[in-house]
């Protein structure tokens, strides 16, 4: 059945049946990242996006700082440094150092990233 699945790895297995009762079943494992480690692939995709200037260390040092807070056990701050986030993305744009493109992508994985936190 469907469901929603925790963070971590779960496998699933599926069965199916034709009407002749041929029976074949397949197993494929689930991996849901938790937060941290979406925080670690937005570093990684802004890394590899080759903004200007200081660009990619003003973003990452919020990302550098909500891990940090997850890491401590305090989500409220990470959930605090994901908005800082957000606005420095927001101020980046400003500045044309981002295209729209880019910054809504940014955006839209934070605001994912806190809701797996539950900001």
Do not use: H
Request: aromatic share 2%; proline share 1%; charged share 20%.
């Amino acid at each position: 059945g469907a469901g929603i699945f925790q963070i971590g790895t779960t496998r699933v297995t599926c069965t199916a049946r034709d009407a002749s009762g041929n029976e074949t079943t397949a197993s494929v494992d689930v991996i849901v990242r938790g937060g941290a480690e979406q925080i670690g692939d937005l570093a990684s995709a802004i890394e590899n996006m080759m903004l200007p200037g200081g660009t990619t260390t003003a973003l990452n040092t919020k990302l550098q700082e909500a891990e940090a807070a997850i890491a401590a056990g305090d989500i409220a701050t990470a959930c605090g440094d994901l908005g800082a986030f957000i606005n420095q993305v927001d101020a980046q744009t400003e500045k044309k150092r981002l295209t729209r493109a880019e910054a809504d992508q940014l955006t839209a994985e934070a605001i994912r990233i806190r809701q797996v936190l539950g900001c």
